[in-house]
């Protein structure tokens, strides 16, 4: 072992994984307490981002190192794929220590690589992949649009237009994380005149793209979210994702990410746990360790007991390929449920001091509110498992 410990995984999940990954996680648990966990507070406070951590990241090779690639199967494209628990552990890791660094680290590597290898030509992604693993081809993904969240599917008003340059793209994006610290915009688009649901890698440059960061966030702060205005924007065919066609394409892409929820729930249950515990065991009231009392240690064993729930719903995701639309949903509204029950029990441990940042649970507390929202609200992800289980969609009247 080497001295990578999990407090709060009782069952032991993190036993499965190799001598080597063991050794990749603790040396990327050394490198976040080091440098990035001093400067939290101040980042979250003043809303920062943590967009400077992303290349020493990139260096510490974490999906791309050799060693670990070895036993590891070849996709389409040259690309090779680690262990799927490996990849979930260093979601969990990066969440352990705050969501932010996850989205802003996983947001490029995660999202934007899962999109281009979904959607990409085999050409696409062999020229842009060595990019986005060094991050010196960044990306990003755009969906929401400021009228149109949960019902973009049937509602979404940005448009791409063929002409004989290539695409004209006209429309706004909302919540986009990480587009201002992005060199592309993976923009979802309708096809003007036609039927298709279209995806385009903007070049954030592109004359007529206007990104303005969010302000005023009360969760995952130091993620800067933009709102997008795209005014004539002019994309050649080639940087359109050739197998994006439909919302059906989109959802095929996104099934691992909604499921890899269940990754970052565990990892920020994880965290506020251990600040909890640490608390509990220091805080005496009474004259005795509040950690000697009832109520706190019921809630600790509630803590525990999510995660174990939690982890065993994001261990099946790498035995089981998810290959549904279906259970992504189901795993992600029960990941979230169970992240928002266990950072308001750890935050409740630490009391008055729980919603003080130094304590270290309540960027957990405010960061929940985040993820219980994006990848499908819980609303969106009940109806989708609900109209699956009667046959009755039930999305509207
Ligand atoms: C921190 C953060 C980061 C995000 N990052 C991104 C990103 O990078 N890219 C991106 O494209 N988007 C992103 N989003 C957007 C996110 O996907 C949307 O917020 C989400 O889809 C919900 O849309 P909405 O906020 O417009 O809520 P709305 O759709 O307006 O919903 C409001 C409420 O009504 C409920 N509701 C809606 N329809 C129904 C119905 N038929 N029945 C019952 N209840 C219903 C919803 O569940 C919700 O509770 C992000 C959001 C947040 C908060």
Request: aromatic share 8%.
């Amino acid at each position: 072992m080497s001295g990578l410990e999990y407090p709060g995984d009782l069952l032991g999940f993190a036993d499965d994984l190799t001598a080597a990954e063991r050794a990749k996680l603790a040396q990327l648990r050394a490198y976040l307490d080091e440098h990035v966990r001093p400067v939290l507070v101040e980042r979250w406070e003043s809303g920062q981002s943590l967009a400077d951590f992303r290349r020493p990241l990139a260096d510490l090779h974490l999906l791309d190192d050799p060693g670990l690639l070895g036993h590891s199967a070849v996709l389409p494209g040259g690309a090779r794929r680690l262990r799927p628990l490996y990849r979930g552990f260093v979601t969990l890791e990066l969440c352990r220590l705050d969501l932010a660094m996850s989205i802003t680290y996983g947001g490029q590597v995660g999202m934007f690589r899962t999109l281009i290898h979904a959607g990409g030509s085999p050409e696409q992604i062999a020229t842009w992949d060595p990019g986005i693993l060094d991050f010196s081809f960044t990306g990003c993904f755009a969906l929401s649009e400021p009228d149109h969240g949960s019902d973009v599917a049937g509602g979404m008003s940005t448009t791409a237009r063929r002409t004989a340059e290539g695409w004209v793209i006209d429309g706004a994006k909302r919540w986009i994380g990480n587009a201002t610290i992005s060199d592309n915009i993976v923009v979802v688009a309708r096809e003007a005149g036609g039927d298709r649901v279209l995806a385009f890698v903007v070049p954030a440059d592109a004359p007529g793209v206007e990104r303005a960061v969010m302000a005023h966030k009360g969760a995952t702060r130091m993620v800067h979210n933009a709102d997008i205005r795209l005014d004539g924007v002019v994309v050649p065919e080639e940087r359109r994702l050739p197998r994006i066609e439909s919302f059906r394409d989109i959802n095929r892409a996104f099934r691992s990410l909604r499921a890899d929820i269940a990754w970052s729930a565990a990892g920020m249950q994880l965290g506020a746990y251990a600040a909890a515990l640490e608390y509990a065991q220091r805080r005496e009231q009474f004259g005795r360790p509040i950690a000697g009392f009832q109520l706190i240690q019921d809630k600790l064993v509630r803590i525990v007991a999510n995660i174990a729930q939690t982890l065993a719903l994001a261990v099946r995701t790498t035995t089981h390929p998810i290959d549904d639309d279906v259970s992504p949903s189901l795993i992600k509204l029960v990941a979230a449920d169970r992240l928002r029950e266990s950072v308001a029990l750890a935050r409740e441990t630490v009391g008055g001091n729980g919603v003080l940042l130094d304590y270290d649970v309540v960027r957990f507390f405010a960061d929940a509110e985040a993820m219980y929202t994006f990848e499908g609200t819980r609303e969106v992800n009940t109806l989708i498992v609900g109209r699956a289980l009667t046959g009755h969609s039930a999305f509207t009247r």
